[in-house]
Nanobody
């Protein structure tokens, strides 16, 4: 069982930056592939980024590539999402998720554990 708690969301102007954190409970954090998803009002939850077990393999949605950076610190049981050059279309609730599988997944159904989400609002 893994419990995930996100933090770091808030209101920011377009062009600004935010850093999201996701703290995980449990002693097997390093065995999980970690992902970030987001969901805007009236839209489906969509993949944002994922990171492999060691942190060396990272994957991004085209919409955030070059602006967002995912990273993890296995010693602190934490995964991060650094978001730069934010746009109003990045406004959404951002969710952290953990996947017990061995391959990166891009769909929410593949992830086993979810955080409660943190709101990110980007004003124009």
């Amino acid at each position: 069982q893994v419990q995930l708690v996100e933090s770091g969301g808030g209101l920011v102007q377009a062009g600004g930056s935010l850093r999201l954190s996701c703290a995980a409970s449990g002693r097997t954090f390093s065995r999980y592939i970690m992902g970030w998803f987001r969901q805007a009002p009236g839209k489906e939850r969509e993949f944002v980024a994922a990171v492999g077990w060691s942190g060396t393999s990272t994957y991004y949605a085209d919409s955030v590539k070059g602006r967002f950076t995912i990273s993890r610190d296995n010693a602190k049981n934490t995964v991060y999402l650094q978001m730069n050059s934010l746009k109003p279309e990045d406004t959404a609730v951002y969710y952290c998720a953990a996947d017990m599988g061995s391959m990166i997944a891009y769909t929410p159904v593949r992830y086993d554990y979810w955080g409660q989400g943190t709101q990110v609002t980007v004003s124009s």
